[in-house]
């Protein structure tokens, strides 16, 4: 491996720190129960490593240490191992451990497949941490896709339990699919056509999770198995919120998305969201912050599309017609096209955006090549909107700013989180065309208008602040998360005196 990465990886720290003592701890939580430890176990990659990280600071604020075990995989990629590191330095008080694993079987499979053996791999290097800890953990709290880990925690008698950083919604579809998608053919090939799975509104088989469009892929085996191993979880902590999800939430309460089996119970504990300091590019203030600052209030439309969203070159130029055409002001953060970022890691914008558009928007716009501080942005006043990829992360960051969303999924479950934002949250509005392989400009000019200017882009703006209130209700004192969270260490406790507290 690259010097780069062996430096990158050498700030994490060797041991973790002790629990807080109860005298450091504050009363309440003095009071209410002793300090535990919890193993915090990620899946590959950084964009299931920050809503950990969130987890483990949720954990340590209410005088809980939390522990990261990070798989460090054999083919590993510089940036990704730096980014691990800039997690370290920016959250001392959370111990990040790496789990070397040996190579996967097959180093040209399909990224999931590798994913989920490497994860397998990692087990005994996980078990040998776990055993290796100066006194027990007291659980197990793991990634949605880390399920062979349940392996290691059973033969340790170990509390485990899955912390699902996408919607409640996405976990009541993944509950059920192992048992709704035999019954059906493959979502590629129904386009339209209808699916519906409990608690959640009817979503078009094109929007259904991207790795399980064809039915018989050796993706949709690897995640049937990791859906249905969900289900042997003691519980889910979910990051979202009681508010926001009512319906995916009584029906998973209600038993019906596993049929024939106990649902693990459901602790939604969020929203558990980005501060600012979980992905940055230092200390140093970002120079957009400075530029937003000089933007009149709730007046510039933000473009940001996750660590992976990049466009064709022809796509990218769709995208800046629509914004000079629309005459909003903007801040837009672009990467080079996928064919073109291991050639030109830095976008060349005058070559991939339309002659003169930078020169004539200049003023009331900012391109960004590659990285902005999302968390940061999203939350200035400045901003009016915000044109996403749907991730969870950002979708709950935006609420907790009651920022209105323009829908433009690209991967993994986004399109079906843009069915749950647009149809039973409404909280966003949706692109047309992102399905088809291209948005015009003539849509994205619509929908900013819409968005910005129309009497439907207000009643979203009002829905917005009313899903942030009650955002911000749910994890104040007494909320439904807070008192949720209250109920997981409750159920976890008594689960722990069942068990004579052993767990190894």
């Known amino acids: 491996r690259s010097e780069h990465r062996k430096c990158a990886c050498a700030v994490l720290l060797d041991h973790p720190p002790p629990p807080p003592s109860l005298s450091t701890r504050p009363r309440s939580q003095a009071m209410a129960a002793p300090a535990k430890t919890f193993v915090l176990y990620p ?21 809980h240490s939390a522990v990261l075990a990070v798989v460090d995989p054999p083919d590993g990629d510089a940036a990704s191992a730096a980014a691990v590191a800039r997690l ?7 111990a990040f451990r790496l789990l070397p694993v040996p190579p996967s079987t097959d180093p040209a499979a399909h990224p999931v497949r590798r994913a989920h053996d490497t994860l397998r791999l990692a087990n005994p290097a996980l078990r040998a941490f776990l055993r290796a800890l100066p006194a027990p953990a007291d659980a197990l709290l793991l990634d949605m896709f880390c399920v062979d880990a349940l392996d290691v925690a059973a033969e340790l008698a170990l509390p485990a339990y899955f912390f699902f950083a996408s919607a409640a919604s996405d976990l009541a579809v993944f509950l059920s699919l192992p048992y709704l998608y035999p019954g059906l053919p493959s979502f590629r090939d129904m386009g339209d056509a209808l699916v ?16 399980v469009q064809d039915k018989e892929s050796d993706l949709t085996k690897v995640r049937m198995y990791q859906f249905k191993r969900f289900a042997e979880g003691r519980g889910v902590l979910v990051n979202s919120f009681d508010w926001l999800e009512p319906t995916a939430l009584k029906a998973l309460a209600d038993g019906v998305c596993v049929p024939n089996r106990p649902t693990p119970r459901v602790y939604c504990i969020g929203p558990l969201v980005n501060g600012g300091d979980a992905s940055g590019g230092g200390e140093k203030r970002h120079e957009c912050l400075a530029w937003l600052d000089a933007q009149p209030e709730k007046s510039v439309v933000f473009l940001c599309f996750g660590s992976k969203g990049a466009f064709s070159a022809a796509q990218l130029k769709e995208i800046a017609r629509g914004l000079e055409s629309s005459g909003h002001r903007f801040l837009w953060a672009v990467r080079s096209p996928p064919e073109e970022q291991r050639e030109f890691p830095e976008p060349d914008l005058e070559r991939l955006l339309p002659a003169g558009f930078l020169e004539r928007t200049r003023g009331r716009g900012m391109v960004v090549k590659n990285w902005v501080p999302q968390a940061e942005v999203v939350r200035h006043e400045a901003v009016g909107a915000f044109v996403t990829h749907c991730g969870w992360n950002s979708a709950l960051e935006a609420i907790m700013s ?43 000019e619509a929908k900013l208008r819409l968005v910005m200017e129309t009497e439907e882009g207000r009643k979203l703006r009002e829905m917005l602040a009313a899903a942030r209130k009650m955002a911000l209700d749910a994890i104040g004192d007494g909320g439904s998360s807070q008192m949720a969270f209250a109920e997981f260490l409750s159920d976890l406790e008594n689960s722990s005196m069942e068990n004579g507290g052993c767990n190894n």
């Open 196 to 211: 519906r799975c409990p608690g959640t509104p009817p979503i078009r088989a094109v929007d259904m999770l991207v790795t």
């Open 43 to 63: 899946s590959l990659g950084v964009g299931h490593l920050i809503p950990m990280v969130e987890l483990a600071k949720h954990l340590l604020r209410r005088g």
């Open 88 to 94: 370290a330095a920016a959250n001392p008080s959370i």
């Open 402 to 444: 009651g920022l209105p969303m323009v829908c433009w999924p690209l991967y993994a479950e986004q399109a079906q989180n843009k069915v749950f934002m647009v149809e039973e949250m409404k909280i966003a509005v949706p692109l047309e065309g992102y399905e088809k392989g291209t948005v015009k400009a003539e849509e994205i």
